[in-house]
């Protein structure tokens, strides 16, 4: 009594669950060796001259009505460009990711303390000015300002944390190559458990991401000075977003 007859069906606990399906296949390629920006000896005082408003420790931007600042934000044209893109769940810390261009490995990846969500009404208000910054180093130190592995961070003047440049992770590599066909853009991704699980993660840990992806300008103002324009529709006159981040040495 209470044995299984023959050709009596399992029961359903016994059924092994479906295996879950392979992770996704990498195709992202390693950053060409070019070497740094040398720009000539005009473009050299161009650089530091734009370079000059932001290396006070105040961190005083311009306000979001500056035309001035708009139209010289306009105008950059020497430095080179790559891609940036801002991601995270929305619910999370943001993440910068820099890329020689959208189907390379990034070359930077910095957790910021911001959260998502924050960021993006932000920039939904106009004018984001980020600012990463460091104690100088000695003029003996070679290392770049994108080496440091610790910022303080400020936006819009007011400081807000600290950035902490990392290796990519699992994640973040998942998201650069879900969106290697992508050069500008903004919207929502599904988190690579809920891709691998085949189901919806219930908004946790698992939840969506949200993304701006655009090409910026990397000018290099000098050792202890680099910055990053987003090169958005406003640059053709149209309203968007106005991002900029800066890294500093102070």
Known sequence: MGEQTMG??????????????????????????????????????????????????????PS??????HQH???????????????????????????ENPRCLPSLVVE??????????????????????????SEKDKTRI????????YCNGKKNGYGVRREATEEDLYVMELL???SMGAGVLPSRSEVEEGGDSGGGEGGELAYVRAPFEHVVGSKDSETLYMM?????GNS???????????
Do not use: Y
Not at 14 to 23: F, M, S
Not at 232 to 236: A, K, R, S, V, Y
């Open 112 to 137: 910021l303390s911001m959260h998502t969500n924050t960021l993006q009404k932000d920039m939904a208000s106009g004018t984001v000015r980020l600012a990463l910054e460091c104690e100088k180093r």
């Open 64 to 69: 979001p009505d500056n035309n001035h600042h």
């Open 8 to 61: 009596e069906p399992r029961s359903a606990e016994t059924t092994p669950p479906p295996p879950p399906p392979p992770p996704m296949a990498l195709s992202l390629v390693r950053p060409s060796q070019k070497k740094r920006l040398k720009p000539k000896v005009i473009r050299v005082f161009r650089s530091v001259f734009r370079s000059l408003p932001i290396i006070t420790p105040s961190c005083k931007f």
């Open 232 to 236: 958005g529709p406003d640059l053709q």
């Open 146 to 153: 994108e080496e440091e592995p610790l910022w303080t961070m």
């Open 73 to 99: 934000h306009k105008t950059i044209n020497n430095g080179i460009k790559v891609t940036g893109t801002l991601f995270g769940r929305r619910k999370g810390r943001v993440s910068l990711s820099v890329q």
């Open 240 to 250: 968007g977003p106005d991002l900029t981040i800066f890294f500093v040495r102070v």
């Open 180 to 182: 290697k066909a992508v």
